[in-house]
């Protein structure tokens, strides 16, 4: 699979982005969006128990979830959820959060012509 990585800025916080040139499909980093939009001081664990709560109720959002290889903190690649657009907006809906709507709009910047980063 051919991609690019980028760090994209959501009100200065980083969220982490791939473009997969095969599949000319954006896919960012769940626990990235998940701090921006909870400012959780742990959101892998706010994802993971989301995540858990989601597939209790069913929701296939989370069974089709990604996993690919991004940087981490310490600079090593490590495998971590990635959801496309698509899922993306499922998710951001399961998250309470004021800064949903502003955060659909710069995704929506941010993806307005393929291939930005």
């Known amino acids: 699979m051919e991609n690019n990585f980028a760090i994209q800025l959501f009100e200065n916080k980083k969220v982490r982005v791939v473009w997969d040139a095969e ?3 954006y896919y960012f980093s769940v ?3 998940v701090q921006v939009l909870t400012d959780s001081d742990n959101p892998q664990t706010y994802w ?3 995540k858990k709560r989601l597939r209790d109720e069913g929701n296939e959002t989370v069974t089709n979830c990604n996993a690919l290889k991004l940087p981490a903190a310490d600079g090593k690649k490590r495998m971590a959820d990635v959801a496309d657009i698509e ?3 499922r998710l951001i ?4 959060s004021k800064k949903a709507e502003p955060f ?3 995704l929506a ?3 307005l012509s393929p291939r930005k980063i």
């Open 109 to 111: 910047e941010t993806t």
């Open 87 to 89: 899922q993306l907006l």
């Open 23 to 25: 599949k000319e499909k």
């Open 48 to 50: 993971r128990v989301l």
């Open 93 to 96: 809906q399961s998250i309470p």
């Open 31 to 33: 626990v990235d969006v």
């Open 104 to 106: 659909k709009q710069w």
